[in-house]
């Protein structure tokens, strides 16, 4: 190996692989680190297909997709359980895709009336109606 690609670090499609085998790990968050990695590095100068970026910026866009799923699942689950203060971190990362913004406006609304605060219920289950109303 050269002294030049050892401090260059891996290859974009070498980062790519490794996001790929994260993502089919579960491990969806490192999965898009390794995949921005992968195109900023491309970006950078490489002489690869013009199609590839595209191609990666959509595994980005599923590992995003991915990790709100989990978030979303995962608040959920504490909701179900009564902890409700665990859960508003994750229900907020959830709504980072914006198709999720109603129902992350909808649990913050059940959070809130399941706390007997029926005011701030009212005003969430509002905002959902408008975010759904598009």
């Known amino acids: ?33 390794e995949y921005e990695s992968a195109l900023v590095k491309a970006e950078k100068g490489s002489d690869l297909p013009p199609d590839w970026e595209a191609q990666l910026s959509g595994k980005i866009a599923e590992t995003k997709e991915a990790l709100a799923k989990a978030h979303q699942k995962g608040a959920e ?7 409700y203060d665990d859960a508003r971190p994750l229900i907020s990362l959830a709504q980072e895709m ?5 129902a992350y406006y ?10 007997g605060n029926e005011t701030e219920a009212a005003r969430f289950r509002s905002i959902a109606k408008v975010a759904a109303a598009g």
């Open 106 to 115: 909808d649990k913050v609304s059940r959070i809130y009336a399941a706390q």
């Open 98 to 102: 914006p198709h999720n913004a109603p």
């Open 1 to 33: 190996m050269s002294f030049l690609k050892f401090f260059s670090g891996p290859t974009p499609e070498k980062l790519e692989k490794k996001g790929d085998v994260l993502f089919k790990a579960g491990l969806w968050g490192q999965a898009k680190l």
């Open 77 to 83: 689950d504490f909701i179900e359980g009564g902890y």
